[in-house]
């Protein structure tokens, strides 16, 4: 059965005493003031089905200090497991049981485990301390968007097909391998490579058409392989056939789905609208996010909510690209439903502003609205006075050293990990242990 806290640690846990040994130092504090969340980490580290008997694998305790190590210092699993080994600070903060150094495995599988749902109640925890220390009461808030990008390359027309081939070859593969003989299939591999290769580097739109409609022929031939495969399988019931079964169940309306996007577009001419289309057939999740002017980004929005200590109040990771008029009155609305009553004083960029989005924060008793950019908006209608809208609006830059900070030191520019699950994660367990370190820095001073 896996225990919530390491029972018997070293006596001898001593933290160095470098700016980070320090920082570790009051980090660990906090945490051994906050055990009730120890029983939240637990229980997602319990599998299903699995008996609470045999070995007991890393404590729960173990685990989120180890995830809030990794994010902290930004460390691969293999650098982690490195230092757990090699560092006495490291080992002292993430109260390994005596003598034990866990594996990268170990590291992914249960780090990993934590739900975002979890993360996001230890912010609140943490920001229940900085109300209690008088760091950050939420009576002045600041608003902003920006976007993590998925783990996946710049997507094309070509490089999708491409992805669907060599998939649907390597589940052929494992076909075969599982029935103990060759299928009736042909390997298309370097066929499709080749096209796709060529396609990259030809010009002249009739050349490319060409290129293309043999493309999508051998993802269409590869895609009745597969087919023929699954329904060859279909009688086998061992687990290893299940397994690769919900495999070819995820793909291949995954790649039906390549494959008609591919022909509206190219062959057809047909534009493509944003939400319908598929970027990535190993992170379908992922959005095309386009802010103003700049490049496109493949990943998430992210809406965030911070106060005057920096710290992250409120984190929402959005679906699609709704436009930053859309999201200021709920990300408002989730503010006071934490606080208990509306921030007294609010800025936000200029895409949130819209007399309707200013008319309605002033009904919640906002007493000072300000937006970045006026937009048609007069000072007066917004804030008190001119003073107070400088004062507000200069506030409101501080959010973006907040962001940069969270993409440079904490891993927000990019999501490492896979799936949307993994994704969300990941966003909400950097802004924890950015948050920590923040409200720690703020404590000691």
């Known amino acids: 059965m896996r225990q919530e806290r390491t029972v018997q640690t070293s006596i001898f846990d001593v933290f160095a005493t470098h700016e980070i040994g320090h920082e570790l130092k009051a980090m660990s504090q906090w945490l051994d003031e906050h055990r009730d969340l120890l029983g939240l980490v637990a229980r997602d580290l319990v599998r299903v089905g699995v008996k609470a008997t045999g070995r007991q694998g890393l404590p729960a305790e173990a685990v989120l200090r180890c995830a809030i190590l990794k994010q902290y210092r930004q460390l691969s699993y293999q650098e982690l497991a490195f230092h757990l080994e090699d560092s006495a600070s490291f080992r002292a903060f993430a109260r390994l049981p005596w003598s034990w150094s866990p594996q990268k495995s170990v590291l992914q599988r249960t780090i990993s485990a934590i739900r975002p749902e979890t993360w996001e109640q230890i912010n609140r925890m943490l920001l229940s301390s900085a109300r209690q220390a008088k760091l950050e009461d939420g009576a002045v808030v600041r608003l902003d968007s920006t976007v993590t990008s998925a783990l996946m390359h710049e997507p094309s027309d070509s490089s999708l097909l491409w992805d669907a081939v060599r998939v649907m070859v390597r589940l052929l593969k494992r076909a075969d391998t599982l029935v103990g003989g060759a299928g009736s299939w042909r390997d298309h591999c370097r066929a499709a490579k080749k096209r796709a290769r060529k396609i990259q580097f030809t010009r002249g739109r ?194 973006e050293a907040g962001i940069s900070c969270l993409k440079r030191a904490y891993g927000l520019a990019r999501c490492t990990w896979r799936g949307l699950d993994h994704f969300r994660t990941y966003v909400w367990s950097s802004a924890v242990a950015y948050n920590l370190v923040l409200f720690t820095r703020l404590k000691s001073t």
């Open 206 to 399: 009739p050349n490319r058409v060409q290129l293309y409609r043999e493309l999508i022929v051998i993802t269409h031939a590869t895609l009745a392989y597969l087919k023929q495969a699954s329904e060859r399988l279909a009688v086998a019931s061992t687990p290893s056939i299940a397994l690769w079964q919900i495999q070819v169940h995820h793909y291949r309306p995954l790649v039906e789905r390549i494959i008609r996007q591919s022909e509206r577009r190219v062959l057809a001419g047909e534009p493509v609208p944003a939400g319908e289309k598929l970027v990535s057939l190993f992170e379908e999740h992922a959005d095309i996010i386009v802010k103003g002017s700049r490049d496109t980004e493949y990943g998430h929005k992210l809406n965030l909510t911070t106060g005057r200590s920096g710290m992250i109040l409120d984190l929402v990771i959005e679906a699609g690209n709704p436009a930053d008029s859309d999201r200021l009155l709920p990300m408002l609305a989730r503010h006071i439903d934490l606080y208990g009553q509306a921030p007294r004083q609010a800025a936000a960029d200029g895409g949130f502003a819209t007399r309707n989005n200013l008319a309605t924060a002033k009904a919640w008793d906002v007493s000072d609205m300000a937006f970045h950019k006026k937009a048609g908006l007069r000072i007066e209608d917004m804030v008190r006075s001119k003073w107070v809208y400088r004062k507000l609006r200069n506030f409101r830059a501080g959010i």
